[in-house]
Each structure stands twice: as C-alpha cells, then as structure tokens.
C-alpha cells in the first residue's frame, strides 16, 4: 500500500515578485519624475568636488535605493563601483606630487614617493564621486523598470528603447538556456569542470553552438510574435496611462528641477569649487553655502516624502 | 453562415524544401466556431494556422499556392500588421512570445501596436486581466511567472486585441496539467464570453475534445478530416484510435446493441458522458481483464537516504527523502510544478548536491563520484532534447557521448550499433539533428543519453509536445529497457502515459514524499494524479488505469 504524509501543497509566493506587485519609495514615482530625480542626483555627483558632500550625497543615493527595495540588488554595482572607486583612492596618492603635507616617504623599488594627506583626500574624493555616479546609474536602472525606460525612450526612438526591453527580457532567458545546456552535456559524462581554465574554456566551446542555435531560434520566435501582434505598422501609439500623476510625483520633479537649478546656480557662482592642493580647503565651510542647502533640501525631500511609513498613497 | 476566413487549393513550401509543408488545402471557417486542429510533429497544423494570420507567406517566405482569405483580406496582399486586427496567434513556447518585462505592458503591446489611444488601452488591458484572471499580477516582471502565467499573458495579450478569429499553437505542450487546464478554461470561457473563433492545435485530445464543435485532422501536409466531434470519433475509430481520449476508445470496444436508434449519444468525450452512459445502459458490463505482470524488480540501482535538496538549507525544497529504486521497474516521478521533480533527479548523479542525507547509485554514494562517473551508470535527459546537440551528425553525437563516457574500441562499436538498431536511427546518422522533426530529435537525444547501456535511466518530461505515435514509441522504449533489467525513472505530467508504461509512482508534495506504492494503488482515487478511466471506473473497478486493462462482458465489438 502506498504511504500518504499530510502536506500543505502551495506555492511559494516568489519574493522577487512580491516586490515587482507592491512598489515602494522612489520605485512609485512616475518615470518621468524619476528620471528626473536621478538626473539631479547625477549632476550634483558630477558638480559636487567636496568631499563632505559628496560623502553626503552618497549616503542619500544609498538610503534612496535601500528605501526603495533594491540594496541587495544593488551589490553588483556598488562592488564594480568600489573596484574603480578603489584602484582610484589607491592610485592617486601614488602619482600626486601637488600635495604640501606629506604623511609617509614611502620606497618602490628606486622611486621614493611621497604619500600626501592631499594627494589621498583627492583620491578619495575621486572615488566618492565614481561610487555616486554609479550607484545613480544602478538607481536608475533598478528604480525604473524597463518597459519604463522603453516608455520614456520611445518618445525619442521606440525602436532603441525596444532593443533594450527585449535584451531585459531575453537575458535571463539565455542564462537559463546557458545553464541548461551546460547539465545537459555533464549528465553525458562532458567534463566541463576539470582541469585548468584553459582546459574549462575549451571544454565550453561546443555548448555555444547549441546555445547560440537555441538563441537563434528564440530571436526568430520572438520576431514572428511581435509580427503577429502588429508590430511594424505605422500608426503606432504610446500607453502612458499606468500611473497617475501625484502631488509626490509633481513634489519630486518640482524638487530635483530645483536641486539642479541650485547646483549648475552655485556651480557658476562659484560655491562648489574645492582646492585640494597644496593645502586642503576646510570641508566643513561650505556646508553653509546657501546654494549647497537649497540643493541638498531639494534632493532630501522627495527621498523623505518616499518613506514607507508615509501612509500617503502617492 | 458568414465565412470569417476561407483557404482555396492552399500548397505551401517553406523556404529550401522540396517537400510541401501544406497540400491542397481548401477550408472555410465561421463565425463563433471551435475547431481543433489534430495531427502528427510535423503535419502541417502550426502552417496552417500561420497561413491565417499572414506569418506564411510573409514572415517565413517560400512559395505559396492557393488563396488565403481572412475577413475580406488576401493574406497574400495584405501585411501581417493588418491582418493582426482580425486574427491572434498563441504560440507553443511562453518564453520566445513575450517582448516587454511586465504584465500590463506585454498585454498593452499589440494594442499600442494598433494605434489605440491610450484612455482605450488602460480599459482593454484592465478588461483582459479580468478575463484571465490575471489582475493580481498585473505589475510582475515575467521573468518571475511560471510557465502556466506566462502562456496566460499571451493570451491575455492577443484576447485584449479583440481579434475575430484567435489561433492557439499547442498553447499546453510547454505546461503541467494544472496550467493545462487553466488555460483550456480560460479558452472555453473566452469562446463563450466573446463569441470569437477560437482555431487550437493541441496534441493530447482528452483535454479538448469535448471544448470543440469542430475537428480538422492533418496527415503529412493534406487535410484529411474535417467533421464534429461525433463524426470525427466515429472516422478515428478507422485506424486512427490514438486520437480519440481513453474513455472514447473503451466505449468504441462496446457492443452498441443499443446504438442503432436516432438517440444514439455516441461515443462519450468526458468522464461524465462515460457515466451518463453506463448509468443509461447498463449492460454490458465493464470487467477487469487479467493483465500480464512485468515481472519482478532486481537488485537496488539507486537509493536516497533521508534527503534533503533545494537551493536554501533553511527552506529546502524537500526533505526527509528515503527510498530505493529498483533494475527492472519503472517509476514516475510527479508532484506539482516548482516541487523538486527535476532538482531531485539531478541529485542522481551529482549535478546538484544535497543540503543532507545522500545518494547511493549501484551502492556507491554519488557525493564521492565525479558527475561523469556517476552518468556511467544513470543517464539522465532532461526536458528540451535540444540542449544535448552540439554536433553537426546525429553519428557525431553517439560518438560524443561515448567518447565523453571514455568507452573505446569493440565495445563502443557494439553498443552504437546496438542503440542505432534499437532507435531506428541509421537513416538519420549523417543528418543534422537540429533539421530533424519533433519525433526524430527526441529518438536521436535518446540515443545520445543511453548509448552506454547504462543500469538507470531518468527521462525528465519525456512526452512534453509529443504526439500519440511518438509517445507509443517511447513506451515501447521503456518497456524493452524495463524487461532488459534497467532502472527507468520517469518525471511526467502525464497521467495517461505514465500509467502505460509504469508499475510504481511517487508523488513529491510540499517538503517531502506524498506517496510512494503501485501506480494502480497511488494513481487510483487521487483527485488529480489520475487516469480518466480510473476516474470512470474506480467504483466498480478499484485500481484500474488504462483501457486496455478493461474488458466488456459478453465481449468487445
């Protein structure tokens, strides 16, 4: 007779589409007060030279992604942008020869070279303003979703906004068929783990034609679906209708236009330039610039205005 | 009767072939019809519903003869970007049918494709999800569904279109027998909801037949039938019994001594015409026919010992599985989709490693084998044969695997010519498997997988799309391998087929085994693991499966 154990058969809600159904912080502002948002963060990580404030606004960028639930799935970035960030904070001290105070000699091979508090507060300032750069750019990316961005993108060229929609779609697809195939071939006895790497890459090679064959005929499938579905005619129109503006979408965009007024404001009148060399300007002086505080003010309040525990429903 | 589309003397060939992929076809379809297209891989059907929509000739090329007409519209003339306002097509693979990341915006496609306004979009989107009950995802990613969800945003996304005519392509073959039926509801509901033509090639005719008011049957390119269900059932019963669902083709066995007046019902579709039909005319009786045992399983080929997999060692997948496999049975695996099926099967030989316990294969535990070693003696297929062709000959990829396996000389010259033998495979050797059919291509990664005469062999969803006469096929596979002291493990969905070839089931619920014993034990009462004949007859015939195991008395037609 067969064994029966009581069980509760139901499916696992995945998380990931837990998060895609119920949007949180930045991620329910409307794409273009996105963008705009994310454009003001950029250019105040492009202006910005002070080392507070950049550390300022990193620490904004940072609290704006985890907020909006998607800190785990910015570690990708934040990893790239600490290797560039690092070999920059790393190399800098090493070829600046401006700085007036030296901390240490130190001695590679023939070279003395000298280590200035300087030379390393530039560096590391540099890879501040890299690490802002990109975790803006990972904002970007993971706040606002692709058939988003294929939305925006459309009013200037559907057909490029298509391409990347379609490379959003199709990439795990082919990261799935890759690691299918891959079993595949190990479960006929294909050593694709042994050995060197040399050895590895060489085993690989015969598991890209089947991959790229399978690709192949999964773009063709897709062409003819779209083909199927009208694409390709002319009177083509746009769906804009999935979110409405708010007040928080209207307060965020009115909010980054302002932040990036008072930067390209203060950075023509003069109140974010920052001397490094010879000696340090005192960081803490312009954090009282009026410039400064209008901006940082304008770039705070939608991220405040994002929090969870707002029960507003904008 | 209004013709919505009408093929005249249609001949097609697709691009480079010599032979047509279509013959003299010559159809007219209804309005608010249901017509369900049958046939072998390979017969023609997925042509003939992309001649309705203008993807034949348009978008495949070759040559084609005849006249299509759809709505007034000669496909011939008219895009297929225009004649997509009349006519819809589900295709077979949810993955390659979908473009944008999210639910709302693939199903807002097609309509921003035809220029709807926005305010209209927003309505026929919200309406669409409605239909298909797809409202509370409507902001997922489709990169997160399954794919049951994913087929169902297809065919939200063609339904939103509004089209006169909706053509579904084998819109189940990708599915397990939940996501099945929900979409074949789905269907059902919409052809009754909308009035729409709903034209749907579909393999496994026990899930539809009964849905249909019309059945078209290809062979090789020629429409060989067209008819109702009825007529259609009564032409099957000729030579072509494999298309007709199990209950059907158990009541064709009956004496109909009372079939000849006007109110003769004729051949049951479902379960419950089955039964309307017993309770109206009792005799004769149905009478378990004695069946011819297997035999005895051997010795133990694999063993899993309290078994825990899955990806996360705080939330496994399943735990706690212990049971031993048998040479000379054959098993099949089920559970629901998502529960571990395929992830267990990989722990076999090493592709996976258990969060605990182990496996033992032929006494040796896998953990300590390499992945080749273990596949030595397990070979396991996995679902989409495509994924093992890597070579330009069907004779390069025997080679491969062989030469993978380190099998040299005498014995690897005995054992492709014994496995070329056993698959009828010497007319494809110097072929490229990637040109071959949907039938020919699972022969050939058969092949490639059990070349080695190994003592196990797993198949993961074997008759996944597959048609009755390949399904016979690997059924007969199965049994010769059985009866030559293999392990054969088989990890289906389907029901029917498993309960051809199999004498034990385990069922993987939620964390562990739901059950494990003889699929007449395990298969008969289940409410969903089970044959339409068992649901039929488990009354009066406990622990019957499949037709053959029926007999009437007084004895068959």
């Not at chain 2, 498997?433 to 059990?450: F, I, K, M, N, Q």
Request: neutral net charge; charged residues 20%; hydrophobic residues 45%.
């Amino acid at each position: 007779m067969p064994t029966f154990r009581t069980a509760a058969v139901e499916r696992r809600a995945s998380p990931k589409r837990r998060s895609e159904a119920s949007r949180r912080g930045l991620a329910r502002r409307r794409p273009a007060a996105i963008v705009a948002y994310v454009g003001a963060l950029t250019l105040a990580a492009l202006i910005l030279i002070n080392p507070l404030q950049v550390t300022l606004l990193l620490a904004l960028c940072l609290a704006v992604l985890i907020v909006a639930g998607r800190g785990r799935a910015a570690w990708p970035y934040l990893k790239t942008a600490l290797y560039i960030g690092g070999f920059l904070a790393i190399v800098n001290p090493l070829i600046s020869r401006s700085g007036a105070t030296v901390l240490w000699q130190l001695q590679l091979g023939p070279f003395h070279v000298p280590i200035t508090i300087q030379g390393v507060a530039y560096g590391v300032a540099t890879a501040l303003r890299i690490i802002a750069v990109i975790t803006a750019f990972a904002l970007f990316n993971l706040v606002l979703d692709p058939d988003d961005q294929l939305g925006l993108m459309s009013r200037l060229s559907f057909r490029t906004g298509l391409v990347i929609s379609l490379a959003c779609r199709l990439l795990p697809v082919f990261s799935r068929d890759a690691a299918r195939i891959s079993n595949a071939q190990r479960a006929r006895g294909v050593e694709l783990d042994a050995g060197r790497r040399r050895a590895r890459v060489a085993a690989r090679v015969p598991l890209l034609a089947a991959l790229l064959a399978q690709s192949l005929e999964r773009a063709v499938d897709v062409a003819a679906s779209m083909e199927a579905r009208g694409f390709g005619a002319r009177d083509r129109s746009h769906w804009s209708h999935e979110r409405r503006w708010r007040l928080a979408d209207l307060v965020t965009t009115a909010a980054a236009l302002l932040a990036a007024a008072a930067l390209l404001g203060g950075l023509f009148a003069g109140a974010f330039s920052y001397n490094f060399y010879p000696l340090l300007d005192d960081p803490w002086s312009q954090l009282a610039s009026l410039w400064w505080v209008l901006a940082f003010a304008a770039l705070v309040v939608p991220a405040l205005w994002s929090l969870p525990w707002r029960r507003s429903p904008g | 009767m209004a013709t919505l589309a009408r093929l005249s003397d249609v001949t097609y060939w697709y691009p480079g072939r010599g032979q047509p992929a279509l013959r003299d076809v010559s159809l007219e379809i209804g309005p608010a019809e249901v017509i369900l297209v049958v046939g072998s891989s390979g017969s023609g059907k997925s042509t003939l519903l992309r001649c309705l929509n203008g993807l034949v000739p348009h978008f495949h090329g070759g040559t084609l003869a005849g006249r299509v007409e759809v709505d007034g519209k000669d496909t011939r003339t008219s895009h297929t970007h225009e004649l997509a306002h009349a006519v819809g097509l589900v295709f077979q693979d949810p993955e390659s049918q979908s473009v944008m990341t999210t639910v709302e915006r693939e199903i807002a496609f097609g309509l921003e494709n035809r220029g709807v306004t926005s305010a209209a979009i927003s309505r026929l989107v919200e309406e669409a999800l409605i239909l298909l009950g797809l409202s509370h995802l409507r902001h997922a990613s489709l990169a997160t569904l399954s794919g049951g969800e994913l087929q169902k945003v297809a065919l939200a996304s063609v339904v939103a279109t509004q089209p006169q005519l909706l053509l579904l392509d084998e819109p189940t073959s990708q599915l397990d027998p939940v996501s099945s039926e929900e979409l074949l509801a789905a269907i059902r509901r919409l052809s009754e909801d909308t009035g729409s033509t709903i034209m749907l090639a579909e393999h496994r005719t026990e899930r539809c037949l009964h849905l249909v008011t019309r059945v078209l049957y290809m062979n090789d390119g020629v429409l060989v039938a067209d008819a109702d269900p009825q007529r259609f059932a009564d032409w099957a019963l000729d030579g072509h019994r494999g298309l007709l669902p199990p209950v059907a083709r158990l009541f064709a066995r009956r004496a109909r001594g009372h079939s000849a007046d006007a109110d003769d019902p004729g051949l049951p579709m479902t379960v419950k015409d089955a039964h309307r039909l017993l309770v109206a005319h009792e005799d004769p009786k149905p009478r378990h026919r004695p069946a011819t045992s297997q035999g005895s399983p051997g010795g133990i080929a694999l063993e899993a010992r309290k078994l825990a997999i899955g990806y996360d060692p705080d939330e496994p997948l399943l735990e706690g599985l212990s049971f031993s496999l048998a040479r000379g049975e054959a098993v099949a695996l089920m559970g629901e989709n998502g529960v571990g099926k395929s992830t267990l099967v990989r722990h076999f030989i090493g592709l996976a490693r258990p969060l605990a316990g182990k496996v033992m294969l032929l006494g040796r535990d896998v953990g300590e084998l390499t992945v080749a070693a273990a596949a030595r003696d397990c070979a396991v297929m996995g679902q989409n044969p495509n994924d093992l062709f890597v070579k330009d000959t069907v004779a390069e990829e025997i080679a491969f695997t062989l030469d993978a396996l380190g099998i040299t000389g005498e014995q690897r010259a005995s054992l492709t010519a014994g496995i070329v033998a056993e698959l009828d495979l010497a007319a494809l050797l110097q072929r490229n498997p990637r040109d071959l059919s949907g039938g020919e291509r699972t022969r050939v990664a058969l092949a490639a997988t059990v070349c080695a005469d190994p003592t196990m062999v797993v198949l993961d969803e074997p008759t996944r799309g597959m048609d009755a006469l390949h399904k016979a096929e690997l059924a007969a596979s199965v049994r010769r391998w059985v009866a030559a002291g293999r392990c054969v493990v088989l990890v289906t969905h389907d029901v029917e087929f498993a309960a051809s070839v199999v004498e034990r089931v385990i069922v993987l619920g939620d964390r562990g085994l739901l059950a494990d014993g003889p699929a007449a034990d395990v298969l008969d009462g289940s409410l969903f693991f089970s044959t339409q004949i068992n649901r039929l007859l488990r009354r009066a015939l406990p622990g019957v499966l499949r037709e053959d195991e029926i007999e009437w008395a007084g004895g068959d037609s």
